[in-house]
């Protein structure tokens, strides 16, 4: 046994454990099991380290601090401008190389998070808001009623464009895009409470005042019907200029409605928000070919909710609440 890749793992324990204790290499080799020379070979081996092979680096650890400067300064360029710019400053290495290395440094190429902008006047709403409802329980949430309009483009592939960025840079400020938007799509109205989903409303014009209160009018209160029958519930809805006019406050007195206070810009808050994310990553295969089409997969998609889903995405509020606390009022990941 003169080679050491002969060794097993025992024996190279058992030699790793008495050389520490000063035992001499004879000794070592006869409580091994093994020869003087493989002995030998093992303890040189681990105090000089193996030698490394392979080509010779092109970069030095100088351009290396350069290229992750150049990505960190702009993380949205692709790799033909970052290598474009990374050359322009002396560098010899090609595209691939340029790639690969950002690999190592752990940039990965992803889509974007899309948050809303806070100024602190709002931050400090959101946390006053978080603050106030961070003791309410399962059964309190299961009373509101949650709504939102959302946007559906018929094409699906176009995300936008990707950034370089590491682990647990999600949300830096820095590493998001702002929201764009892609027509021809279709406007939806949809609510939702921990028993399930409402009817969906398409809106064919630009919501007003006049118009909202048509939605809550036909879709509104027959989704109450369905979800809470005579049972009491709270209405939850964002701070639209069509949702905080007076004549829709006014509509809400009439029809003996409370509505949630609710925090400016804070989509994060609003669990339906995830529920359009459920239905649009189920329809991201899905290619139809006009606004009609794109309305009827939109309603099957939307009829495959469960109520467990719904119930599991209520339940989530306390904890966007006491995400939204942490955070001091900042954007958080929901």
């Given at each position: 046994m003169g080679k050491t890749s002969d060794l097993t793992a025992v024996q190279k324990t058992i030699i790793d454990t008495l050389h520490k204790e000063g035992k001499t290499q004879k000794v070592i080799a006869k409580e091994a099991g093994c020869?003087?020379?493989?002995v030998s070979k093992h303890i040189n081996r681990?105090?000089?380290?193996?030698?490394?092979?392979?080509?010779?680096?092109?970069?030095?650890?100088?351009?290396?601090?350069?290229?992750?400067?150049?990505?960190?300064?702009?993380?949205?360029?692709?790799?033909?401008?970052?290598?474009?710019?990374?050359?322009?400053?002396?560098?010899?290495?090609?595209?691939?190389?340029?790639?690969?290395?950002?690999?190592?440094m752990g940039f990965r190429c992803r889509i974007p998070c899309v948050?809303?902008?806070?100024?602190?006047?709002?931050?400090?709403?959101r946390l006053a808001w978080a603050k106030d409802k961070k003791d309410w329980t399962d059964a309190?949430?299961?009373?509101?009623?949650?709504?939102?309009?959302?946007?559906?483009?018929?094409?699906?592939?176009?995300?936008?464009?990707?950034?370089?960025?590491?682990?647990?840079?999600?949300?830096?400020?820095?590493?998001?895009?702002?929201?764009?938007k892609f027509p021809p799509s279709v406007m939806v109205w949809g609510a939702m409470s921990s028993a399930g989903v409402g009817p969906l409303c398409f809106l064919r014009?630009?919501?007003?005042?006049?118009?909202?209160?048509?939605?809550?009018?036909?879709?509104?209160?027959?989704?109450?019907?369905?979800?809470?029958?005579d049972a009491d519930f709270t209405f939850q809805q964002d701070l639209a200029p069509a949702h905080s006019a007076k004549t829709t406050s006014t509509w809400f007195?009439?029809?003996?409605?409370?509505?949630?206070?609710?925090?400016?810009?804070?989509p994060d808050l609003n669990p339906i928000e995830n529920l359009w994310g459920i239905v649009k990553r189920r329809m991201q295969y899905a290619r139809p070919n006009n606004a009609e089409e794109l309305k009827t997969t939109i309603r099957a998609t939307w009829a495959l909710i469960t109520p467990e889903q719904c119930h599991r995405l209520i339940e989530s509020m306390p904890r966007r609440i006491t995400a939204v606390i942490e955070a001091k009022g900042a954007p958080t990941k929901y």
């Open positions: 020869s003087q020379s493989s681990q105090v000089k380290g193996r030698k490394k092979c392979g080509r010779k680096k092109c970069t030095s650890s100088r351009d290396n601090r350069t290229l992750q400067r150049i990505v960190t300064t702009n993380p949205f360029k692709n790799v033909g401008e970052i290598h474009k710019e990374w050359t322009a400053a002396g560098v010899s290495a090609s595209r691939t190389t340029t790639r690969r290395l950002m690999k190592d948050k809303p902008l806070l100024n602190m006047k709002l931050r400090k709403k309190e949430w299961s009373k509101v009623m949650f709504s939102d309009e959302s946007k559906f483009c018929i094409s699906f592939g176009n995300q936008g464009p990707r950034v370089w960025r590491k682990s647990g840079e999600a949300q830096n400020p820095r590493c998001m895009r702002s929201s764009v014009s630009r919501v007003n005042a006049a118009v909202y209160q048509e939605v809550l009018e036909h879709f509104m209160l027959p989704a109450a019907d369905q979800l809470y029958g007195k009439d029809h003996g409605i409370p509505v949630l206070d609710w925090p400016a810009n804070s």
